[in-house]
């Protein structure tokens, strides 16, 4: 019986020592790379100064690598003769960018701390910061996240939202990720910066009743029935460079650019908190920077798992 407990005081401590280091913590490179924070936020100062959109592009960058299997950096990876990343997957191809970003901030860390920080955790601060810029709130963000040496271009294709998702499937599918249907809203408020392509809002503007018509109107105007499929158009038309509760005003005006936007208010279980965020940006910006540190704690590797890349784009 001694034996049996012993046995089992030891596995309980192995499950308490696994679950440990697997948390997170914002000052986990506190001694190891001290200046990391620093490094980033000027980077990040740089690139959107020159380029307001990439502070967007960073952010959704963030969010394609943590819906598919984890924030670990599986996005950044490229393609090789042996080997499919997630680059070239629908929702990716020729819509993803930032990547040169993460790179040069990567070089930046590399200089200051030889294999030290993760590509993972660098485009959480990256995206974090890209938000502040705009004018969104900070958050702390928590670190300790690893590399994978791995990625699923079939995951990428299957478990990313489509702009042309519904209400329904939009809560299952972050509901599968751990996210509840508020975070799902809170989070879509990242469509209060950046653009998207013609061909992903052209049936809204076209064909759906739920859209304001001097709105469809305008987005007609560089969207095309037929072609021009890559031709942009600001997710809010109001304040394009600006993280803020204007992409939720919009929606309450029916003017949410894509079908996956204006789902979140149209008759629905979201309509509440939709007109709450429109009228309450503190509320908004609050509860976005929640919902970021829950999205980034999506599966992380941790502890031996995975590798600290030496280069984001490929394995060690």
């Given at each position: 019986m001694a034996f049996s407990t012993h046995v089992i005081t030891l596995t309980l401590l192995a499950i308490l020592v696994s679950m440990s280091s697997a948390q997170l913590s914002p000052t986990f490179y506190a001694t190891t790379c001290p200046n990391l924070q620093t490094i980033v936020r000027n980077a990040m100062t740089q690139v959107i100064n020159s380029n307001p959109r990439m502070g967007a592009s960073i952010l959704r960058l963030f969010f394609h690598d943590c819906f598919v299997n984890g924030c670990d950096a599986s996005i950044l990876l490229d393609d090789t003769a042996t080997f499919t990343g997630e680059k070239n997957a629908l929702p990716n191809q020729n819509s993803a960018l930032g990547y040169e970003v993460i790179d040069s901030i990567k070089s930046q860390v590399e200089a200051s701390c030889n294999g030290t920080v993760s590509c993972a955790d660098?485009?959480?601060?990256?995206?974090?910061?890209?938000?502040?810029?705009?004018?969104?709130?900070?958050w702390n963000v928590p670190l300790g996240r690893r590399d994978a040496r791995t990625a699923s271009q079939t995951a990428?294709?299957?478990e990313l939202p489509s702009p042309f998702a519904d209400l329904s499937t939009l809560i299952s599918m972050f509901a599968a990720k751990g996210l509840n249907a508020q975070e799902m809203t809170v989070l879509s408020g990242a469509h209060s910066i950046g653009q998207a392509q013609c061909f992903t809002f052209r049936t809204r503007i076209y064909n759906e009743t739920n859209i304001d018509p001097r709105f469809a109107t305008t987005r007609r105007a560089n969207c095309p029935a037929t072609g021009g499929n890559t031709n942009l158009a600001?997710?809010?038309?109001?304040?394009?460079?600006?993280?803020?509760?204007?992409?939720?005003?919009?929606?309450v005006a029916l003017r949410g650019l894509l079908h996956s936007d204006q789902v979140l208010f149209n008759n629905g279980s979201q309509d509440a908190l939709v007109?709450?965020?429109?009228?309450?940006?503190?509320?908004?910006?609050?509860d976005f920077a929640a919902a970021m540190v829950k999205m980034g704690n999506i599966s992380p590797l941790t502890g031996t798992q995975g590798e600290i890349r030496m280069n984001c784009s490929r394995i060690n």
């Open positions: 660098i485009l959480a601060l990256a995206a974090r910061d890209g938000v502040f810029l705009l004018r969104g709130r900070s990428a294709n299957n600001p997710l809010d038309i109001q304040t394009a460079n600006q993280l803020d509760n204007n992409y939720f005003q919009n929606l007109q709450n965020y429109s009228l309450n940006n503190g509320r908004f910006v609050a």
